[in-house]
């Protein structure tokens, strides 16, 4: 690589710093890792060639173009983020990455409208979803649990909410969602 490559290589990586928070391919090898993955599938649950990947993670090219790309990156982290903590099974994860991988996206900063059944409302298991990633944004896992069992005595409702969408299983929380709408 010549001095011209190398520049131009070291300002594509400042540039995915500056708009991703890190350089992509920091960002993708942690994705790759954090939830078992090799780039050829890390590339299709993006729904990027494997070309395409390679040039993100090397700084040949600076810019994911396609913000459906950049909102599945998004949900890969907070993937990512889900199953590390333990909220979130592997097989569960896999399954997860293949409902990513259909997501047409939307909204780079928003992810609320992925799934919506025929009448353009958003699913259950999307409004939970939601739930979920707002609590686990705010909180872990652990400290969640802690804040409902100080709840539990006086609110045992919310004690209970704060459990189940904060660090329980989407389909725990389908259920329990489910079951509380009038």
Not at 5 to 16: C, D, F, G
Not at 112 to 138: D, F, H, M, W, Y
Not at 152 to 178: I, K, S
Request: neutral net charge; without cysteine; hydrophobic residues 40%.
């Amino acid at each position: 690589m010549d001095a011209a490559q190398q520049e131009a290589t070291a300002r594509a990586r400042e540039l995915q710093r500056n708009w991703y928070g890190e350089p992509l391919g920091t960002l993708f090898r942690k994705l790759i890792d954090d939830l078992g993955l090799n780039q050829a599938r890390l590339a299709g649950v993006l729904g990027l060639s494997a070309p395409m990947l390679s040039q993100l993670m090397s700084g040949q090219r600076a810019k994911i173009g396609n913000p459906a790309v950049v909102q599945r990156v998004q949900l890969l982290q907070e993937l990512a983020v889900q199953v590390a903590d333990g909220s979130v099974s592997a097989a569960e994860a896999t399954e997860r990455m293949d409902e990513i991988k259909r997501s047409q996206g939307g909204a780079v900063l928003s992810n609320t409208t992925q799934t919506t059944n025929s009448s353009g409302a958003p699913t259950v298991k999307r409004v939970v979803r939601e739930i979920q990633s707002l609590l686990r944004s705010v909180a872990a896992a652990g400290d969640i649990i802690e804040a409902a069992d100080s709840l539990a005595p006086t609110h045992p409702e919310l004690a209970e909410f704060l459990r189940v969408y904060g660090a329980g299983r989407t389909a725990d929380a389908v259920a329990h969602y489910q079951a509380h709408q009038n």
